[in-house]
């Protein structure tokens, strides 16, 4: 597993449930601290060492460690990945800053699956969106206003994760409805009987 983040604790889990015989999770940053520190004050979000329900079922947990190559056996397929441990710099408050390899580091993990949780950065352009020549904001993700949900390709609407980048369900669920209500009104010439966060039906109707 290259990523310690959450996707890599899912996927550590799911791993281990579909039988390997060993999982290691390898993340670049080093080992974050169990408690707060000067670095992370309260009411900061803190980056705290997290152990899942999941690595709790079983992993190896290298930090501060990059993966350098893929390296096949004569059949192509992966043996082992090639892999070197970071000296990391902090900077004056305290967090991770910069990184240099550890010269004579560098070692062989075998490996026969490797998954990569190494983030999400911008929806796929090529494809969809680039067919339609939508445009697009400063992260890539697809521009449409929290209003009407209306990109800038008339008829064409976006939410959830395309729209307000890598988030979570409750969002994709709340912006999935709100954006049918902006479908519904754009249809119907304003009228919609679908609800919405700022017109719940429940107050709206008379029991
Ligand atoms: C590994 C992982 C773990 C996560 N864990 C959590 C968690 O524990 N809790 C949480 O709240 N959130 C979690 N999330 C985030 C959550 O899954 C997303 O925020 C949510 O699924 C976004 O919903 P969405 O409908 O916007 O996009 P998606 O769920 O990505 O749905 C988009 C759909 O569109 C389809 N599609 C793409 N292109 C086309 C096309 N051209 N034509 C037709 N269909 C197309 C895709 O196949 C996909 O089915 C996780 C995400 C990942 C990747």
Redesign the pocket.
Known sequence: MIGGG??GS?CVGTSNRQGAVSVTQLELLPQPPKERNESMPWPSYPMLLKTTTSHEEGADRLWAIATKAFLGDANGALRALQVVDLAWSFGADGKPGSFKEVAGSEREIPCELALLALGFTQPKYE??LEQLQVERDERKNVLASEKNYQTSIPKVFAA???RRG???????ISEGREAARQVDLFLNHQHSLLESKNAPLILNSKV
Request: glycine letters at 14%; charged letters at 20%; aromatic letters at 6%.
């Open positions: 959450d996707t899912d494809g969809l959830g994760d395309i890598q988030s979570l369900v409750v969002w994709a």
